[in-house]
């Protein structure tokens, strides 16, 4: 029943392009990771039973049994997966090391809906050392790392998900996290806005003791923001996912990295000498090109707003109009947010060879669409790269099929997905703590000042949003030379 | 009586730490540039007769005799510093080439009180192009290039300025500008408020006609706010102070060459190889870590804010106390923003030989004043080069006593001026044209859209705070290559 | 017989440090290129027969069967990985063109023994455009792409070789493409000295018709000069190794890029903000240290040649002994070409989660033998990766087992693959078409002016070690932008 | 009488070009350098009296009067002078430290003939720290600091020269050096040649005993080859001009900062964004690319060499015919070596305003004498800096009238000197110190070992051309840190 009745809804989600940008930071999805830690456990979930977990009873090691998930055995891998990411994530250690005597989350009920990856398992453990009762659910039906899931169940979490649920599987597992006898949260941290939604058509009662909304993505946070427009929002909201930190890491420190990495990997292309078009200069086109420049190759850049031009510019790339260049370039980056930037006609024109791909925000900057036409044939030459080939025995190479090369064919490194996890737990200490009346029924970006009560006066840096910056300097560099 | 009336104002005016802002991109008081063409002409002053311009009675070859200057015989020496002026200035001659035909000032009656020197002679050159009279003095007693006023004045236009006004010279000479039988201002452009300042005590009336005010200058800013926020403003301005254009070029992109330049002239030392501590990573310190870092230099960085620290950490500098390194530095460069940053105890501790120099926004980052004890020796080895030595021998290096480097012992270049200079013609035009009531008495940031009137819907960029940078780079990089 | 009589030589060879040299840009070999082309058909071999090629009977499309390889029918996937190699080799097809109609390969008959993949392919295909027949067999008996051989035997190459040989096929291989009724070599193209070898043992007589020798190996290089030393050395030799171009190449240029390859397959490290010492600054440490700035991290050097050490200064990294920074550093990455320069009491010392790999010439630069005690844990992780766990917990990540990170977990881009191949042509037109006592029996860099006869004066670059530079930029660059 | 047997030789010397090359480290002569410590000394002359030095009885403070020079008043300023050089000096510094006790020089009896600066007199001090005791003479008429001689003739030393010197002064003062009663040299430093020619001449017998010569330029290094070839030379030489050392830092480090610095100081021109061409990609053009590329500039490389070209390809510059970007660029730099690089052709087709300059080898790359056609008008806008006007206003900038833009337009780094002077020093405690019979009478290297004497055996670092480079960097970077 509940299957018929979200259907609908759920399907529409999958269709907005923002949906994209929530996931991004996923490793567990992106499909090159296929020799990754996680991709090892789950390789061994292919010879387990084909058992629902909901049709499984399971306890932990101290007999609770209070979560559903593939297969507790599974406990001691995921451990060592953690283990691994903590190394990885140094700001939310030292926030976890620091803050535990305080515990300014005790009290805290916390349901939280989103990607269950080592990453998140290190988050969770740390809110619980700060004092708060966690319950989760997966925020995507592919993405649970289950051997991870195991760890935390067999830690003593109730956790909900399994990699490959369905739909019904979905809502019933976020419902098992808010739906508990005497227990209700006071807290909600959500990537992508299910968690949120659920609660407002099931349980609306429930804000009355929720304290705050913390969440993550682009989509969860614009349908935020429309709550608050429609004078619906009931409880404060922090938007995470504009805080400067994580918008400097998930594009110009991560795609600095990651277009190297997503193109070596697919192609085995030597940059050295070769010329390559980045189109759009914005953090993401500004990230690509610093890496390709310093890797010698030539790089330049098309840009229409002026301001980012003018950047290119100063910082030494030759601006160009696409059609200028684009008989000579061996590579074609696009990242500009918009649609249509490579269209069939710059296709034709390219040379042999050309490898084009996408790093912005959609798969529709490249119309490969134009491309699915029967005078060219398709070639899938590897995982991720494909050969299209002209009449004349012309090839180029497109990788991804045109959607985002660094989520398709690289991996996220798991100190870029550690500022946004400190910057979540940051944001739900400061929520629970704020004075009543601090925070109205609205969305708001993370505060400058700290509230005092964890803070404790004692750091000479004050400024809440810089935490995660500060605590992840802090304990990578200053404190350790 | 003006004299009496004003000079406690000024001699305040001058306090202000500020004034160092409002100054800041002036060549001709650079104290390094006494090489430059402009010098080349204040050394012919010298020879000149030693009669106040106010005592004499000169015109220009057709007759007109409406200006007061040094000598109109330069004007020959100042065409020449102008036409060398526009070639690094295409942003200004790309807009005076688009616009010409339009007209997009016709009818404007334009007084200005800004430094004279030749970009400001380029910039008033397009503004007649453009249709618009202009009557002109110096916002700063000595900063007026005597050759190029000469060329203005030979050129038609009413410039009263010299250099080496005394400061009733200074009144004298705005007042010349604004008061005038027949002639009546309809807008102001200023440069640290002196003008707008004048016109509000003796001709109150006059902003009636005026339809508004472009300022350039973080003082004349401030005045502004401060008049908007007492209800005080009695028409629109315009605070080109804080585009993205001017910030960018005066920071970042102008200190990433000014540090090696202002090092070099001073000290010719090498940078390979060298130890530098950079205190400080805002956009003036970004500058000064790249291009140090592309030198060879060893470049290690204080911060306090924790975003800032992270680009330094992410861009490969090590985060640093002044503490740990003071000792083995060869170089220490402040652009903090703050007091007291390196301070005695900090400089009785660097080795032999350290350079000390201050990239910052005013003159109090490094206590030179702990310097001027008796036991320490100070000896002048250059212009700007002080070596203090201590008792054991020990010298360290200061430069231009702690005041800004970059201003007192390196240039600006032309082409940064330009996007200015450029910026205000842009201000002055939307100002002008703009619709009746689009603009309250406030102060504005340059809008994202231009009026229609003179743009005419040609181009495809219509976001006019963009367009000094699209204007530039269309100029020297699209069209010509 | 045969196998009885050679098999110690190839035990001894094995043992040879210089072996990894030999084998040193093949990327079948590279176990971390298992989604590489080359490996998808690999794949299909394991449902192939288990028949040894030597037992089957197998002809081309028209009918000739002098070849010895897996499985004629992998032709067609063959021949597209040969078309895609040809992309990134334009050196060697501008070379077949030049030369084409000049044939200056006429009548030449080559016997090669090298590995067999695609970019041997476009070399033999470019000897036989130019005029040469060629008879071929491997250089190990791993590395034959079976496809690739395939193509190479539809094409009308007399190949023996497959993947998986044994010893005795090794030989076997060999000697059928020497041993042949009404068919004598007169050139040799061998990389590691094997080939050459068995001619010096089975059919020293041979010699007389042959006119010359092209060795690529390290290997292959100290044989001839060993045999020239003690004057056995019959015809003479051309030492491809040791061109500029292969060496700028295999260690400066590769290694900029297979470091960050190497690290970001094996770990997902991200290198912005990481700490790192590289030790060694020679071209291959200079590649490491100039990709890992670029990336943002913050790099150190260790190294005891002074000229090296003041150029790692020059180019701004701080010279540390590995003592000093040990205990702070996220990443050590030896290439000295030295032994035990990262040993236990050094490991000890390293942080959690650092991580440890080796770039340098041998295996031997990190004491791997000192971690295989009872108190340490080892943990694999992921293939090539390994986590060596000290009891207190702390765990250190040991790429490759210490061996060469990028021949482990990297892959070689053709592009490199591509100079070296185009050096070995030249040198065979050069040896083949030099005239009478122009060489003596000795070995031979490639001589700085080519041979008139295939030259024909055209251009006006003369110098023979250049050639491969100038036809892979004249083919990249200047003609095509 | 000398004077007429010695003024053909003298002036054909002038013309050579390599006179240029000898010259080259001469800050003194740079006439950029006006605001140097040198040149306020300098200024102090022209208000000295007009006497000859060669008519003045002067005396130091003890009393000694074996010398001849400007003035012995000027002492302090120079040993103030000499105080800061060795603060940029810590190779020889360290070496002094070092080898003070062993006193390597011990009966050395040094006649020298160089450029008399603050470096130099670093290196006289040096010397006679070790042991020896030395006479100098100025090696060019119009280098010497007179304040640096003066300091020299107080501390001691027999110095004859001055600023200004006549031809015949020159060789007198040469002659004052070596002909004394009851002294005769052992060793001979020359920078030129001419002290060892004027001893041929002159004293052939004293090269009985004399153990060698150390000579720095190119010049000297060509004469000395030359009399080696005719078999005339009769004693060992050491060339110090082609030691790695020397040449990495005379072109590549150092020219990678001049370049900047001479392009800023003469035009003030902004960097980032500009359209540059290098012409020639050897240690000079990789010097200047590097910077520029920093700086933001967009850099296009032209090259013959296919080596060279490949290696820019590689670093990331495109390489073009001078033609296809002649009319876009900016600024023009020649680094090739060769003449005519720079025609009129070229001349005629660049934009307005464009800077054209020469960092090569010699004052004929770019072929200035075309540009003095009655059409073009020349404007001498700043010291160095022509405007060359076409007839329709086009105007090109000019430097240095196409002569070195580093030496005549930039200063050359204390540091870069420090590192030949110690080459220097180094060169004369071998040669002094070698066994008998291991030195022939030929041109020499420096060796790979030192002899033992001096070492003796505490060093693990035994390579003596290493030396320099070794205690340079030990002393500003590992033991200070």
Same mark, same amino acid.
């Given at each position: ?34 020799? /990754? ?26 007999? #609770? ?44 009920? @916390? @349901? ?10 290190? *988050? ?34 109730? @956790?909900?998900? !399994? ?8 809502? !019933? ?9 005497? !227990? ?196 899938? @030459? ?16 497109? *990788? ?5 090369? #660094?989520? /398709? ?44 009560? !964890? ?27």
């Amino acid at each position: 029943m509940k299957k018929i009745q979200f259907a609908d809804q759920k399907q529409e989600f999958n269709k907005r392009p923002s949906k994209i940008g929530r996931r991004s930071l996923s490793r567990s999805i992106s499909q090159s990771s296929t020799d /990754s830690y996680s991709s090892a456990a789950s390789y061994t979930d292919s010879s387990d039973d084909e058992t629902s977990p909901r049709d499984k009873q399971q306890k932990n090691s101290k007999g #609770n049994g209070d979560f559903c998930i593939k297969n507790i055995k599974q406990a001691d891998f995921g451990r060592r997966e953690i283990e691994i990411a903590e190394q990885e994530m140094p700001a939310l250690m030292a926030l976890r090391k620091r803050a535990q005597g305080e515990k300014p989350l005790a009290g805290a009920k @916390v @349901v939280g809906c989103t990607h269950i990856t080592a990453q998140t398992a290190v *988050l969770m453990e740390t809110l619980s050392a700060l004092g708060a009762q966690c319950r989760w659910a997966a925020c995507n039906i592919y993405s649970t790392q289950n051997e991870v899931a195991a760890a935390l169940a067999e830690g003593g979490f109730s @956790v909900f998900a !399994w990699k490959g649920e369905s739909e019904d599987d979905f809502w !019933w597992c976020i419902d098992r996290c808010v739906n508990v006898e005497g !227990w209700q949260p006071n807290m909600i941290l959500d990537d992508g806005g299910d968690l949120t939604h659920w609660i407002y058509k099931k349980y609306p009662n429930m804000f009355k003791k929720i304290k705050g909304i913390v969440e993550e993505s682009v989509t969860g946070v614009h349908r935020l923001y429309q709550l608050s427009k429609a004078g619906k929002l009931c409880v404060p909201a922090m938007n995470v996912n504009d805080s400067v930190t994580k918008q400097k890491f998930d594009n110009l420190y991560c795609c600095r990295e990651s277009i190297l990495d997503g193109l070596k990997r697919t192609t085995d292309v030597m940059f050295g000498g070769k010329q390559v078009v980045v189109c759009g200069y914005g953090e993401v086109g500004k990230g690509c090109c610093a890496a390709l420049k310093a890797m010698g190759s030539i790089v330049y850049v098309t840009e229409i707003d002026p301001i980012c031009a003018l950047q290119a510019c100063m910082d030494g790339f030759r601006l160009v109009k696409l059609n200028e260049v684009i008989r000579q370039v061996d590579i074609v980056i696009t990242c500009t947010g918009n649609k249509n930037v490579v269209v069939r006609e710059y296709l034709d024109r390219m040379k042999n060879g050309c490898i084009v791909c996408n790093m912005g925000h959609s798969n529709t900057e490249i119309d490969v669409a134009s491309l699915r036409t029967p005078e060219l044939t398709w070639e899938r @030459v590897r995982s991720q790269v494909d050969h299209v080939i002209w009449p004349d025995g012309k090839r180029i190479v497109l *990788l991804a099929e045109g959607r985002l090369l #660094n989520l /398709s064919c690289s991996t996220v490194p798991t100190f870029v997905l550690s500022i946004t996890a400190t910057t979540q737990a940051l944001a739900l200490i400061e929520l629970y703590n704020a004075p009543e009346g601090r925070y109205k029924q609205d969305v708001y970006l993370l505060p400058k000042k700290m509230g005092k009560r !964890w803070r404790g006066g004692k750091s000479r840096c004050d400024s809440m949003s810089m935490w995660p910056a500060y605590i992840c300097l802090h304990s990578t560099h200053i404190s350790q030379s």
